[in-house]
């Protein structure tokens, strides 16, 4: 099993920046790949971002693209995700998750991840 708890959430104004952590617990994470998504109210979860397991590759959904930043530390077995410009959209519960399968693939397709966070909110005001 593996457990994911996300932090850094706060509450900001447009322009600001947030850090988010995902520090994972259970198993090392180094071989897996993890994503970020996040759910705004009234509407469904969704992509943010995803990173390979070394680090190596990471994709972005369109509109974080230039103002979002994933990253891991596999050493402290941690992901990141480094907001900047944020504006009152990017305004949700973030969640970070886990693909199981060893050496997968980076994915932006929600049912491909296996383990998820509890979410940290993330609230931009205008």
């Known amino acids: 099993q593996v457990q994911l708890a996300e932090s850094g959430g706060g509450l900001v104004q447009a322009g600001d920046s947030l850090r988010l952590s995902c520090a994972a617990s259970?198993?090392?994470?180094?071989?897996?790949?993890m994503a970020w998504f996040r759910q705004a109210p009234g509407r469904e979860r969704e992509f943010v971002a995803t990173?390979?397991?070394?680090?190596?590759?990471?994709y972005y959904e369109g509109s974080v693209k230039g103002r979002f930043t994933i990253s891991r530390d596999n050493s402290i077995n941690t992901m990141f995700l480094q907001m900047t410009s944020l504006k009152p959209e990017d305004t949700a519960v973030y969640y970070c998750?886990?693909?199981?399968?060893?050496?997968?693939?980076?994915?932006?397709?929600?049912?491909?991840?296996?383990?998820w966070g509890q979410g940290t909110q993330v609230t931009v005001s205008s």
């Open positions: 990173i390979s397991n070394t680090g190596e590759r990471t």
């Open positions: 259970g198993r090392t994470v180094s071989n897996y790949t």
């Open positions: 998750a886990l693909r199981a399968s060893l050496w997968a693939t980076i994915s932006r397709f929600i049912n491909d991840y296996n383990y």
